[in-house]
């Protein structure tokens, strides 16, 4: 029957209709042009030849279908999922040959190997439809190029040496061509600016492996357990590179690594912050004082005793002082708003509270609203007029001039290593915060390995900068003090301020920086006019939490000549760190610093969404497993059951593995490569948000219709911005909302700036378009015009650094500005007047005009 085109176009547009996005395989390399083409081919030896046929008779279909149901999910595994399309030709019993045509397919896991092949059998090209030109076909689709409908085609032949005609101009990335005669061969032609040699290999030996798979497969079977790999293959990527057991011979918790140190150093420096010192004898012995108080308060293993202080020595007694007791500390940071500290004391029912007295106040407001909360340990700084008179039915200050508890009180209860340490909260894509259950284990695993891997010692001292809610902080003060170590703790103001933290690292014995890049990245623009004089201590440098940009190891070490960095990965929910790299050196051809791999009684693996092991060099999601991994979340037996899912390749039928939501790739020697999220969480220095739980709080003000949040730029730089579209006939203003949020939100979470839009951009198929959305800052007016000398050239400055137009009312901090943005300002600010401006007057006077008044007295002479 004849075929009208109104058919064909029917036809064309059912089997294209809704694939828009074109498909590229996880080991392609971005290429302008293309590369020599280089073939290899593998002929299946007559046993296996004999078997695939066999197979197909036995699964009731052809070799062909066979063939090219491999070849689907060949290219779902190697990138294209659930849905995949390449060009398909064949060559016609007489010798015709038919042009290439596209084949959509749906290759997913979950289906049975019959139902593959009959849609394989369905979805091959009719040929009595007529073939529309490439480029005409993009019409009955949404692929923005005929080279997406053409990069991967696969030829079938029944004749040796002749392939069916390919009719294009289109140079696909990947051409298979498979001869179906006997013996069955298999022939792979590649592009190679695209696809690498040994990927090429490896890809051809994959198709080969599953025509073998399938031949063998129950018709029953999911098409997820059809083998991709090899079982070298398998015992590489699942064992080899997980090789990392090793036996715990002396299972203890962590403040006993701390006692044991106390013991052996009493006399040694512990702590230091500015002039002030203290002891392994004097930390061990507040440290007890204020465990036998929680004792004498029914405080034992198994309750949390929430921790709200300052960045101190005292706040190092009371995490010690926690641990001793037998409880698990929860921080709750300084920062957080009123709102989020009263959620998180009634969510963990907490009676005991160990604070600084600077926190009283807001503890008092907050004990009238939980009755739960009776008991408040105040530890270091005595009585003075901040200290309410009663905040709690009990109000204690602990210090070493106190009196001890009642001698008929009750002794501390010894925690055991399975027992809880800390409850550390993250965000939740729901807008609840997550907390995540850490036991000591996991904990002293990762301590020793640390200490025994990077040689930590009696003369390494830490430069404390982290807040305790932050899981560095666990390592930075348990695994230093572990090790016989020191810790100099930053206060606030040093910690924010890039130059004092640099005359630090300049003037005092710290060997050692932990922290996520973009706090290092502030202090970088500084390097060079201070190298010169910069003694020789720093040895190790950490860096985690966040992308690690290519240039900064470089100069990390042409500052600091004896520093080692060391890039290490994880997540809070598998104890800080679970994997690492020494970046030695830096590849010009990075885009990322690697992953590196597993420390010890860690494993990862990559998996596709059927639990599959992905390819080596394809991205997929990251998995954790290993006696590294959290309890779960606290209160949410639904996500830890979620997250925390049982480990099918541990040969422990007890053993786990944790969901990061990362994605991933091993390299062909298993070192890892971070490739980012996999949801809506983000990092923004160093902090894990869900972009979920910022929406989820706009959602709630009244007014607001449709929120998005969205971070423009990446690392040290990135900025987080809002967007909300109010309800008909509403209107919001953006200050106002900020606001509200920062009631609502901790510190790190509000957005730098919230838009208000009359819709969301889409994209032609309705899906949000995130790439419109606004930049921060290009909603909001200039103002008004620098008046004074100065003013004009720190308004040059700030438009460059933050790359818009700014005015003598503009706010650095509002218009995208972040810590790193404002060292670079001030320094060229300095560079360009010849002034000596602190860093911090910046960070006290956003406001342009403020800033230009408060840098006048630090200048040299007039601004030209």
Not at 697 to 720: E, K, Q, R
Not at 760 to 774: E, V
């Amino acid at each position: 029957m004849e075929r009208t085109a109104l058919d064909t176009e029917h036809y064309w547009r059912e089997r294209l209709s809704g694939y828009d996005e074109a498909l590229v395989l996880g080991i392609e390399h971005p290429s302008g042009a293309p590369g020599d083409r280089s073939v290899r081919e593998v002929s299946l030896s007559p046993a296996g030849d004999a078997a695939l046929r066999a197979g197909a008779t036995r699964l009731g279909t052809t070799p062909e279908i066979l063939v090219v149901a491999a070849w689907s999910v060949l290219l779902g595994r190697y990138g294209g999922g659930d849905d995949v399309l390449f060009g398909i030709a064949r060559s016609a019993a007489d010798g015709a040959r038919h042009p290439v045509a596209p084949m959509r397919i749906g290759p997913g896991g979950g289906q049975r190997v019959r139902d593959l092949l009959g849609a394989v059998a369905a979805a091959l090209p009719d040929p009595a439809h007529t073939r529309p030109a490439p480029r005409e076909m993009l019409a009955y689709g949404e692929l923005p190029t005929a080279e997406a409908l053409y990069d991967k085609v696969l030829h079938l032949t029944d004749r040796v040496g002749r392939r069916a005609g390919a009719d294009t101009d289109i140079q696909p990335s990947v051409e298979a061509t498979v001869t179906t005669a006997s013996p069955l061969t298999l022939r792979l032609d590649h592009d190679t600016a695209r696809i690498e040699e040994r990927d090429a290999a490896r890809l051809l030996r994959h198709f080969g492996q599953l025509c073998d798979s399938l031949a063998a497969a129950d018709a029953d079977a999911r098409v997820s357990e059809l083998q991709l790999h090899t079982w070298d293959e398998l015992d590489r990527i699942l064992h080899t590179w997980n090789d990392t057991a090793v036996p715990v011979d002396d299972p203890v918790c962590i403040h006993e690594l701390v006692e044991r140190q106390a013991a052996r150093t009493p006399d040694a420096v512990a702590l230091v912050q500015g002039d002030t010192a203290m002891t392994y004898a004097e930390l061990d012995h507040d440290a007890d004082l204020l465990a036998a108080h929680l004792a004498a308060r029914g405080v034992g293993p198994g309750d949390f005793v929430a921790l709200h202080v300052d960045r101190t020595v005292h706040s190092v007694v009371a995490l010690l002082g926690i641990l001793k007791s037998g409880a698990a500390y929860v921080p709750i940071e300084s920062s957080l708003p009123e709102e989020r500290i009263r959620h998180l004391l009634s969510a963990l029912d907490c009676s005991v509270v160990v604070c600084t007295v600077r926190r009283l106040p807001v503890l008092g407001e907050l004990a009238r609203d939980l009755p739960g909360l009776r008991h408040l340990l105040v530890v270091g700084e005595t009585r003075n007029e901040a200290f309410p008179d009663r905040v709690a039915p009990d109000t204690v200050t602990v210090t070493p001039a106190a009196a001890p508890p009642a001698t008929d009180a009750p002794t501390p209860r010894r925690a055991t290593p399975d027992d809880l340490a800390y409850v550390i909260f993250t965000s939740g894509s729901t807008g609840t915060p997550k907390g995540v259950l850490l036991r000591h284990a996991p904990v002293v695993n990762l301590i020793r390995w640390v200490n025994s891997t990077f040689g930590i010692g009696a003369e390494d001292r830490v430069l404390f900068i982290t807040a305790f809610g932050f899981d560095l902080s666990v390592y930075d003060v348990f695994g230093l003090l572990a090790a016989g170590g020191s810790i100099r703790l930053a206060d606030d103001d040093e910690a924010r301020d890039p130059q004092r933290l640099l005359e630090i690292l300049d003037r005092e014995p710290v060997t050692f920086w932990d922290s996520a890049p973009a706090a290092l990245q502030q202090l970088e623009p500084l390097f060079g006019a201070r190298a010169s004089s910069r003694p020789a201590a720093l040895r190790l440098v950490f860096l985690s939490g966040d992308w690690i940009p290519v240039t900064l190891p470089d100069a990390v070490r042409a500052a600091f000549p004896r520093a080692e960095v060391v890039s290490l990965g994880g997540a809070t929910e598998a104890a800080i760190w679970s994997n690492f790299h020494r970046v030695d050196k830096v590849d010009p051809r990075w885009s990322s610093i690697p992953y590196g791999r597993p420390i010890d009684n860690a494993r990862y693996y990559i998996l596709d969404g059927d639990l599959c092991p992905a390819p080596v060099g394809v991205p997929g999601d990251l998995y954790i497993g290993g006696s590294c991994l959290a309890s779960g979340y606290f209160g949410d037996e639904e996500l830890s059951t979620r997250k925390f899912i049982p480990d099918p390749f541990a040969g422990t039928p007890s053993a786990r593995m944790y969901h990061t939501g990362d994605r991933a790739r091993f390299w062909a020697d298993g070192t890892m490569e971070f490739l980012g999220r996999c949801d809506s969480q983000v990092k923004v220095r160093g902090y894990r948000i869900e972009l979920g739980e910022i929406e989820a709080a706009l959602n709630t003000i009244d007014g607001v219709g449709t929120a998005v949040a969205h971070v423009h730029g990446s690392g040290a730089t990135a900025v987080l911005t809002a967007y909300a579209v109010p309800v008909p006939g509403q209107s919001l203003h953006a200050d106002a909302l900020r606001e509200r949020l920062a009631q609502a939100l901790p510190a790190y979470m509000v957005p730098t700036e919230v838009v208000v839009l009359d819709r969301l951009p889409a994209t032609p198929n309705g899906k949000l378009d995130r790439r419109a959305l606004p930049a921060p800052g290009a909603s909001r007016p200039v103002g008004a015009r620098p008046h004074t000398p100065t003013e004009a050239a720190v308004a040059e400055v700030w438009a460059e650094v933050l790359d818009r137009p700014v005015g003598a009312e503009s706010d650095f901090f509002a218009l995208g500005g972040q810590s790193l943005l404002a060292v670079r300002a001030v320094a060229r600010l300095n560079s360009s007047l010849g002034a000596d401006i602190p860093i911090r007057t910046l960070m006290e006077n956003p406001r342009l005009r403020d800033f230009a008044r408060a840098a006048e007295p630090f200048l040299t002479g007039s601004p030209a």
